[in-house]
């Protein structure tokens, strides 16, 4: 057993759990209402994604972790919900892409579709993770991300190449979102470990293809790839832009508010 | 009955009286969730498997399904979630269909049509449950909840849920 594992673990667990809520506040704000569903369905999707590997998560935790606590009191066991609600801002490990602001339809369709289109290329490879249950969880997803990036892709090109005033949403979206996008293939030491004991995915074989798929959704879309810019990293390690803190606020807000209530 | 006496046969006719909550006329049986079951002594292992992911039943059933063994006389339950192989439509039953379309929602289609990567692809022909009219179209690939699309007769006019292939 090794810590990256678990960072592994918790890095894939907070992309889904972190998107979920964005998407999710999309609800009964949508443009139409089938759209509306159809993106809080996505979201319940990442939730789902999410839970399981924070359940993942909590066991290896909890296997791994000392008999006896340093202040000699119970042990507080890691569960699906501590590690969802009760871990600091610096502490998440998700992609800078997902914490993102939703602005509006266009750019958060754009980026349902840059991640779905990652997620799915991650997921293909995870599913012949040496870890049965990463592969497990890869392998039950996938089906559902066959469902978001279809969904997406199909967006981004009636959008892309819809009236004037969509396309021009668009590029905007693409030049507010595109500087994310290189975090995705830039392998924290967690995930450059995982990757060497078989459990991990092989970053750099997902970007040439995720960047094939993207240019050819673009073209269809009549959208422009844009050319050096600067990646902006950190999230994996941490390190997160000023959103992610307001999304915790209010994701969170009430078992800091009334610790261990329940539904 | 005693427990000695209690066969998987019986177990499995209980576990068939569980339904789910978001589509209650179907059993868990019928939508093939239960994988599993193991005996040894009056310890009982159900395994299970979500149909989606995100499902918010799951939880209930597990409950639903200790609280029902329970009645049997098995004091110790573990309901065992696994994820692999994936659950697949394919493993409903053919009663699970049928029950599905007197209760007004489309079954899956024998033949998974669209659980690919092809984009703007046709809508699958879906036959209508209340005139059985295949002059239907889709709203919407989401519906009311995970499982299911949106779509509406063009012969009838009535909207209904499709449980889609998965």
Same mark, same amino acid.
């Given at each position: +057993?090794?810590?990256?594992?678990?960072?592994?673990?918790?890095?894939?667990?907070?992309?889904?759990?972190?998107?979920?809520?964005?998407?999710?506040?999309?609800?009964?704000?949508?443009?139409?209402?089938?759209?509306?569903?159809?993106?809080?369905?996505?979201?319940?999707?990442?939730?789902?994604?999410?839970?399981?590997?924070?359940?993942?998560?909590?066991?290896?935790?909890?296997?791994?972790?000392?008999?006896?606590?340093?202040?000699?009191?119970? *042990?507080?066991?890691?569960?699906?919900?501590?590690?969802?609600?009760?871990?600091?801002?610096?502490?998440?490990?998700?992609?800078?892409?997902?914490?993102? =602001?939703?602005?509006?339809?266009?750019?958060?369709?754009?980026?349902?579709?840059?991640?779905?289109?990652?997620?799915?290329? *991650?997921?293909?490879?995870?599913?012949?993770?040496?870890?049965?249950?990463?592969?497990?969880?890869?392998?039950?997803? *996938?089906?559902?991300?066959?469902?978001?990036?279809?969904?997406?892709?199909?967006?981004?090109?009636?959008?892309?190449?819809?009236?004037?005033?969509?396309?021009?949403? +668009?590029?905007?979206?693409?030049?507010?979102?595109?500087?994310?996008?290189?975090?995705?293939?830039?392998?924290?030491?967690?995930?450059?470990?995982?990757?060497?004991?078989?459990?991990?995915?092989?970053?750099?074989? *997902?970007?040439?293809?995720?960047?094939?798929?993207?240019?050819?959704?673009?073209?269809?879309?009549?959208?422009?790839?844009?050319?050096?810019?600067? +990646?902006?990293?950190?999230?994996?390690?941490?390190?997160?832009?000023?959103?992610?803190?307001?999304?915790?606020?209010?994701?969170?807000? +009430?078992?800091?508010?009334? =610790?261990?209530?329940?539904? | #009955?005693?427990?000695?006496?209690?066969? %998987?046969?019986?177990?499995?006719?209980?576990?068939?009286?569980? @339904?789910?909550?978001?589509?209650?006329?179907?059993?868990?049986?019928?939508?093939?969730?239960?994988?599993?079951?193991? #005996?040894?002594?009056?310890?009982?292992?159900?395994?299970?498997?979500?149909?989606?992911?995100?499902?918010?039943? #799951?939880?209930?059933?597990?409950?639903?399904?200790?609280?029902?063994?329970?009645?049997?006389?098995? %004091?110790?339950?573990?309901?065992?979630?696994?994820?692999?192989?994936?659950?697949?439509?394919?493993? #409903?039953?053919?009663?699970?269909?049928? %029950?599905?379309?007197?209760?007004?929602?489309?079954?899956? @289609?024998?033949?998974?049509?669209?659980?690919?990567?092809?984009?703007?692809?046709?809508?699958?022909?879906?036959?209508?449950?209340?005139?059985?009219?295949?002059?239907?179209?889709?709203?919407?690939?989401?519906?009311?909840?995970?499982?299911?699309?949106?779509?509406?007769?063009?012969?009838?006019?009535?909207?209904?849920?499709?449980?889609?292939?998965?």
């Amino acid at each position: +057993m090794n810590d990256s594992l678990i960072q592994y673990t918790l890095h894939l667990a907070d992309n889904s759990l972190i998107l979920g809520q964005r998407n999710g506040e999309w609800c009964g704000h949508g443009p139409v209402l089938e759209q509306d569903i159809a993106i809080t369905n996505i979201s319940l999707d990442l939730i789902g994604q999410a839970r399981n590997f924070y359940q993942y998560a909590a066991r290896l935790i909890n296997e791994n972790a000392t008999k006896v606590s340093p202040t000699g009191g119970d *042990l507080e066991r890691a569960t699906e919900d501590t590690l969802a609600y009760l871990r600091k801002e610096r502490e998440f490990k998700n992609l800078l892409l997902v914490e993102q =602001p939703n602005g509006d339809w266009g750019q958060s369709i754009l980026r349902q579709f840059f991640f779905s289109q990652f997620q799915y290329l *991650l997921f293909e490879q995870l599913q012949n993770s040496k870890d049965e249950q990463i592969a497990a969880i890869a392998e039950k997803s *996938l089906k559902e991300i066959t469902y978001h990036l279809r969904w997406s892709s199909e967006w981004v090109i009636r959008l892309g190449d819809g009236t004037e005033e969509s396309h021009k949403r +668009m590029v905007k979206a693409v030049d507010e979102l595109w500087r994310y996008t290189g975090e995705m293939f830039e392998g924290a030491s967690y995930e450059l470990r995982a990757a060497s004991d078989g459990v991990g995915a092989n970053l750099s074989t *997902l970007e040439a293809s995720w960047v094939d798929k993207v240019k050819d959704i673009f073209n269809e879309a009549s959208l422009p790839i844009p050319e050096k810019v600067f +990646m902006q990293t950190g999230g994996k390690e941490g390190r997160h832009t000023e959103h992610l803190g307001y999304i915790l606020t209010e994701l969170q807000y +009430m078992q800091r508010a009334y =610790p261990n209530s329940e539904w | #009955m005693t427990i000695r006496t209690i066969d %998987k046969k019986t177990i499995y006719a209980y576990l068939g009286e569980i @339904n789910d909550p978001e589509v209650p006329v179907l059993s868990i049986i019928d939508l093939g969730i239960v994988r599993d079951v193991k #005996m040894n002594g009056d310890e009982l292992e159900v395994i299970i498997t979500p149909t989606y992911t995100g499902c918010p039943a #799951m939880d209930l059933i597990t409950t639903t399904i200790k609280i029902q063994l329970a009645t049997l006389g098995f %004091k110790k339950v573990k309901v065992t979630q696994v994820l692999s192989p994936a659950w697949t439509t394919d493993w #409903m039953s053919e009663e699970g269909k049928r %029950k599905l379309r007197e209760y007004g929602i489309a079954p899956p @289609n024998p033949k998974q049509q669209v659980c690919d990567q092809q984009l703007f692809a046709a809508a699958e022909a879906v036959q209508c449950p209340h005139c059985n009219s295949y002059h239907t179209h889709r709203i919407s690939e989401f519906g009311s909840t995970a499982c299911k699309a949106l779509y509406q007769c063009d012969d009838c006019k009535e909207p209904f849920d499709y449980f889609k292939c998965h």
